[in-house]
């Protein structure tokens, strides 16, 4: 099968794969199956193993290795699949490779959280797992943009970096990394559906989506508007959807991937209880609020 064109796919929606759990917090890879037929059926271009919404930080080593080569089975070539690696380099390097040997079509780095990070540092952490990676293309996690655009632009420099999920909300600071970086890169909005039009307007492409593990004919409804420059139907689409996103964005964020856990649950898919430090049970009203938001199976 030729590898996928992952430059073009990047303009358009990275689904976030969240991570099932059985009853005993054990991992439960054939859970996903569903999850992604669906989303590959809808239109979602790429799907992504190891993000947030799928608990990377949550999950052991090898948990995260079973979910690539689970994510990989499922997906079975239809769309291109992005693993996310990080931690400390020597882990973020060992799944790398075993990322790429397990299929994965392109690696999503995420911004390490350790506390002293200093941004040539960082220049180096992503040099590095792209040594491990051996030309597989990368995708650069920003959360935090307090590193300095010279070092974002530097970063983009590096060869096999194609892409960069931007995940603060500061569309200017994204404008500005823009105009000093590579003008191949693709930039994608890292904040979901919300937040879409804005980075669009920008110059951004494309969107990361944890609504996709649920609904994800309205992601590709948004994304069509997106691309057609209809902001008026994106914004309308968003709107319907806006309420689920609301409850992720409660509990200082912590509520994030409950959303998607609990909608799961009410759409008969139960993915099974988020890790701590996940706000979980979520609350009646915060249910009730998903309930209305998502369409009835």
């Known amino acids: 099968m030729p590898k996928p064109d992952m430059t073009a796919a990047l303009t358009g929606i990275s689904g976030i794969l969240v991570t ?65 690696v990080g931690r400390g380099i020597h882990d973020a390097c060992a799944l790398a490779r075993a990322s790429v040997r397990a299929g994965a079509s392109a690696l999503m780095i995420h911004q390490p959280p350790d506390p002293f990070v200093a941004p040539r540092g960082l220049v180096d952490y992503v040099s590095c797992i792209a040594e491990a990676a051996e030309g597989t293309p990368l995708v ?101 959807m806006k309420a689920f996103e609301d409850v992720r964005a409660q509990e200082n964020g912590g509520a994030n991937v409950s959303g998607v856990k609990a909608a799961l649950q009410l759409s008969g898919h139960d993915c099974g209880a988020p890790r701590p430090p996940a706000a979980w049970p979520l609350g009646e009203a915060q249910i009730e609020a998903i309930r209305a938001c998502l369409p009835q199976s």
């Open 20 to 84: 099932p759990f059985d009853g005993e917090d054990r991992i439960a890879p054939t859970r996903l199956r569903p999850i992604v037929d669906r989303a590959v059926d809808a239109g979602v271009q790429i799907l992504v193993s190891n993000g947030n919404t799928g608990e990377f930080y949550g999950l052991t080593m090898e948990e995260a290795l079973s979910m690539v080569e689970a994510g990989a089975e499922a997906v079975a070539g239809r769309v291109p699949l992005v693993a996310g």
């Open 140 to 240: 650069l996690y920003i959360r935090n943009d307090a590193i300095g655009i010279d070092a974002i632009a530097r970063l983009c420099a590096l060869d096999p970096v194609i892409g960069v999920k931007w995940a603060t909300p500061n569309p200017m600071r994204l404008s500005e990394a823009m105009a000093e970086s590579d003008p191949s890169i693709v930039w994608v909005g890292g904040l979901a559906e919300v937040w879409a039009p804005v980075f669009y307007a920008v110059g951004a492409r494309g969107f990361t989506s944890g609504l996709i593990n649920v609904w994800p004919e309205r992601s590709v409804a948004i994304h069509g508007a997106l691309e057609a420059g209809d902001y008026a139907l994106a914004r309308t689409l968003i709107a319907g």
